[in-house]
């Protein structure tokens, strides 16, 4: 198996002296090849050796495996106060919006209590003044009749309402309606009312007394003024004078019995 001039191979050791046989000689230069289990079994570990390495890499597994786990946990941990933040965050904004939105609730619904309370006061209060307002009136209608008692304070009162009409019809003849037992006091007032418009107005008109309609017997009193052959008709009998009296007078009335209104700019 050997030969001549062979070069060994790397790694080959030569033989022990001993180890030549005298029967067969071997050529000195012929070399053996090292056994390779004996050569890893000068390098091999003893056990005590073995444990420590496994220690070692158990150790150091745990370490990672800790360190890791570290990591994880405060990683958690982070996403966890973040994700709770942001819970908070959203429940605060949310009990935020529903106070805000109470709050406004209450507010509005305060006002309407209060407007409501401060309308149904004014009511009662400008219901109270209109009461006390047409008992006012109401006491005057009593007292118009009384109007006509004084036989020469009510002539001039009718010479007034008579002159009244003759200017708003401007006509040269009218007719008064009164009441019968008044004829006589009224023909003195309209004699008067047409010297009195003769004198401003510079016409003669012709005043006469209607049999036909006259006003009725519980009338408090005064005259219509008929014009424009029957078609026009001023009426100023005492009760026409209360009712436009409630409408022109009642501001001033008002003014006088209860003040100056606050709330109105503008008067008549």
Same mark, same amino acid.
């Given at each position: ?126 219901? *109270? %003044?209109? #009461? @006390? =307002? ?5 006491? &005057?209608?009593? +007292?118009?009749?009384? /109007? ?91 009760? *026409? %004078?209360? #009712? @436009? =009296? ?5 501001? &001033?009335?008002? +003014?006088?019995?209860? /003040? ?9």
């Amino acid at each position: 198996m050997t030969a001549a001039g062979l070069r060994p191979p790397v790694g080959a050791v030569p033989p022990p002296p001993d180890a030549y046989d005298p029967i067969y000689p071997v050529n000195p230069s012929i070399v053996v090849l090292a056994d390779p289990i004996a050569i890893m079994s000068q390098h091999a570990l003893s056990d005590q050796q073995v444990d420590n390495e496994l220690r070692k890499m158990t150790a150091f597994i745990k370490q990672e495996a800790m360190e890791k786990a570290r990591e994880i946990e405060i990683k958690a941990n982070e996403e966890f106060e973040i994700e709770k933040s942001k819970l908070v965050r959203q429940e605060t904004d949310s009990i935020d919006s529903q106070y805000d939105k109470k709050f406004k609730q209450a507010t509005m619904s305060q006002q309407i209590t209060r407007s409501t309370v401060a309308n149904k006061t004014r009511l009662k209060v400008l219901g *109270a %003044r209109q #009461e @006390l =307002l047409d008992d006012i009136f109401e006491e &005057a209608e009593k +007292q118009l009749a009384d /109007g006509a008692k004084d036989k020469a304070k009510y002539q001039k009162i009718l010479v007034g309402l008579v002159l009244e009409g003759l200017y708003a019809l401007n006509e040269k003849q009218v007719a008064l309606r009164a009441r019968k037992k008044d004829q006589d006091v009224v023909k003195k007032a309209a004699d008067e009312a047409a010297k009195t418009y003769k004198k401003e107005v510079g016409v003669d008109v012709d005043v006469k007394i209607s049999d036909e309609s006259p006003l009725p017997e519980n009338s408090a009193g005064g005259v219509v003024i008929v014009g424009g052959g029957g078609k026009i008709d001023i009426n100023n009998t005492f009760e *026409a %004078r209360l #009712e @436009l =009296l409630k409408t022109s007078a009642a501001p &001033a009335v008002r +003014q006088s019995l209860f /003040g100056k209104n606050p709330n109105r700019k503008f008067y008549d």
